[in-house]
């Protein structure tokens, strides 16, 4: 009887989990985002600005403009992708992005690259550390969780290494305008058919159980296997057990301000370089770097987050930011600059599986969508207003000098707080819920 039973037994074990797909799916649609103006974007700046005479300011409003429409809509988005997945979701959301970048390529006054980039950011695709992407990757997964999180978040930055220098090409090659209609194109090729091909909710819909563990493993748990049920079930916070908690205001509180700091920094450092007399070109490769270095440390950052506190990793990452802005303002060489953008990518690669990461860890996976839906108004809003409150300062100041050092003293901030936040506590007795 033994030996019949093995061999069935082996082949369910070896069975390739398809949460692994959803992985490599996530990152290639990550991939793609790039090509919709993310860090590639302040290449942008300085060609339009020359042809159309825009402001540093107004640059900034076409940022926060799209932040601040991927928030309008984040809390419907995440309630749909916890209950319907992101299959049908993320094909349209790319039709219209893609149609919305093909347009900027078109247009030539200040609001109409406002309410375009508002359009993009409204499916939330986009946005930074998107919930569209990330939350049904946590799903799929819990005791690894970091590592799947890792894996697909690295599309970002490998993306970024392809088309930072592929931007500046098209831009120096076809102009401003057909570079960004054929990013759009680019896109919506990759994403489009990943999406629809291969992307499933959640492995309870196709009969299978997170982290790929055998349909037994549950019955295996209820023996008195104790180190396995903390595989197979998590605790589940639902949105208002959530939102009563120190912790989650202090989250909110950290990444409000990190949006800021992060927000002004990410695309006039660009402009910084360039007017520090830097070619654009080798700017454009320098910030490849610190794409490379962001999937770099997003795979080691995913891989430590299974294994220290995530909270340590996020006030590493905010450190990290410090060092990089303090080198950007001393740089002196071509050399200090490659080194400011690695450090800043290093940092961001860490920051997006903190982002990622915490929510799921520290409330479940049930009302993942729904949680960080509510709760990225507050990070987009934040990070939206970034971007033009540095290009203020710089009109104002005639230097970027000013608006760097207070993102100093937020990164600091963050850092600090962010030490505090520890995993919430239940009250209501109830440990665990089985998933």
């Given at each position: 009887?033994?030996?019949?039973?093995?061999?069935?037994?082996?082949?369910?074990?070896?069975?390739?989990?398809?949460?692994?797909?959803?992985?490599?799916?996530?990152?290639?649609?990550?991939?793609?985002?790039?090509?919709?103006?993310?860090?590639?974007?302040?290449?942008?700046?300085?060609?339009m600005q020359n042809e159309l005479a825009l402001s540093r300011a107004t640059f900034g409003w076409m940022q926060t403009t799209r932040r601040l429409s991927a928030g309008v809509l984040s809390f419907a988005?995440?309630?749909?992708?916890?209950?319907?997945?992101?299959?049908?979701?993320?094909?349209?959301?790319?039709?219209?992005?893609?149609?919305?970048?093909?347009?900027?390529?078109?247009?030539?006054?200040?609001?109409?690259?406002?309410?375009?980039?508002?359009?993009?950011?409204?499916?939330?695709?986009?946005?930074?550390?998107?919930?569209?992407?990330?939350?049904?990757?946590?799903?799929?997964?819990?005791?690894?969780?970091?590592?799947?999180?890792?894996?697909?978040?690295?599309?970002?930055?490998?993306?970024?290494?392809?088309?930072?220098?592929?931007?500046?090409?098209?831009?120096?090659?076809?102009?401003?305008?057909?570079?960004?209609?054929?990013?759009?194109?680019?896109?919506?090729?990759?994403?489009?058919?990943?999406?629809?091909?291969?992307?499933?909710?959640?492995?309870?819909?196709?009969?299978?159980?997170?982290?790929?563990?055998?349909?037994?493993?549950?019955?295996?748990?209820?023996?008195?296997?104790?180190?396995?049920?903390?595989?197979?079930?998590?605790?589940?916070?639902?949105?208002?057990?959530?939102?009563?908690?120190?912790?989650?205001?202090?989250?909110?509180?950290?990444?409000?301000?990190?949006?800021?700091?992060?927000?002004?920094?990410?695309?006039?450092?660009?402009?910084?370089?360039?007017?520090?007399?830097?070619?654009?070109?080798?700017?454009?490769?320098?910030?490849?770097?610190?794409?490379?270095?962001?999937?770099?440390?997003?795979?080691?950052?995913?891989?430590?987050?299974?294994?220290?506190?995530?909270?340590?990793?996020?006030?590493?990452?905010?450190?990290?930011?410090?060092?990089?802005?303090?080198?950007?303002?001393?740089?002196?060489?071509?050399?200090?600059?490659?080194?400011?953008?690695?450090?800043?990518?290093?940092?961001?690669?860490?920051?997006?599986?903190?982002?990622?990461?915490?929510?799921?860890?520290?409330?479940?996976?049930?009302?993942?969508?729904?949680?960080?839906?509510?709760?990225?108004?507050?990070?987009?809003?934040?990070?939206?207003?970034?971007?033009?409150?540095?290009?203020?300062?710089?009109?104002?100041?005639?230097?970027?000098?000013?608006?760097?050092?207070?993102?100093?003293?937020?990164?600091?901030?963050?850092?600090?707080?962010?030490?505090?936040?520890?995993?919430?506590?239940?009250?209501?007795?109830?440990?665990?819920?089985?998933?």
């Amino acid at each position: 009887m033994a030996t019949t039973a093995e061999p069935e037994r082996e082949p369910q074990r070896q069975r390739f989990f398809y949460g692994w797909v959803i992985v490599a799916t996530m990152f290639a649609i990550n991939f793609s985002t790039m090509a919709t103006g993310t860090l590639n974007y302040g290449l942008f700046v300085l060609p339009m600005q020359n042809e159309l005479a825009l402001s540093r300011a107004t640059f900034g409003w076409m940022q926060t403009t799209r932040r601040l429409s991927a928030g309008v809509l984040s809390f419907a988005v995440g309630w749909m992708i916890d209950r319907y997945g992101s299959r049908v979701y993320i094909p349209v959301a790319a039709v219209m992005i893609g149609g919305c970048l093909i347009l900027v390529g078109m247009s030539s006054h200040a609001w109409q690259f406002i309410l375009l980039f508002g359009l993009v950011g409204v499916s939330g695709l986009a946005a930074p550390n998107g919930l569209v992407t990330s939350v049904p990757v946590a799903k799929w997964f819990v005791r690894k969780r970091g590592r799947a999180l890792a894996f697909a978040t690295a599309g970002l930055g490998i993306s970024g290494i392809v088309f930072l220098p592929v931007t500046q090409w098209l831009i120096d090659g076809y102009g401003w305008r057909s570079a960004w209609q054929i990013l759009a194109v680019m896109f919506m090729v990759i994403s489009i058919p990943a999406a629809a091909l291969f992307l499933r909710r959640q492995p309870e819909d196709m009969g299978l159980r997170v982290d790929g563990d055998p349909p037994d493993a549950h019955e295996a748990d209820q023996s008195g296997a104790g180190s396995q049920r903390q595989t197979t079930e998590e605790q589940v916070w639902t949105v208002r057990q959530a939102f009563r908690t120190t912790t989650m205001w202090k989250l909110i509180a950290v990444f409000a301000l990190a949006g800021v700091a992060q927000g002004g920094a990410s695309f006039h450092r660009i402009p910084y370089f360039v007017e520090k007399g830097h070619d654009p070109l080798l700017v454009s490769w320098s910030f490849a770097a610190d794409a490379g270095g962001a999937a770099a440390l997003a795979l080691v950052a995913g891989w430590l987050a299974d294994r220290i506190p995530i909270r340590f990793l996020a006030a590493v990452s905010f450190s990290g930011f410090i060092v990089a802005i303090l080198l950007m303002i001393y740089v002196t060489s071509a050399a200090m600059m490659f080194l400011s953008t690695i450090v800043f990518g290093c940092s961001v690669g860490v920051g997006m599986i903190v982002h990622t990461y915490i929510f799921a860890e520290y409330y479940g996976r049930t009302f993942l969508g729904t949680i960080r839906g509510i709760v990225m108004p507050i990070n987009l809003l934040s990070a939206g207003l970034g971007a033009p409150l540095v290009g203020y300062l710089h009109d104002y100041a005639g230097s970027y000098l000013p608006a760097w050092w207070t993102l100093l003293v937020i990164y600091g901030s963050c850092s600090a707080l962010m030490l505090t936040a520890l995993p919430p506590r239940r009250r209501d007795g109830a440990a665990h819920v089985a998933d």
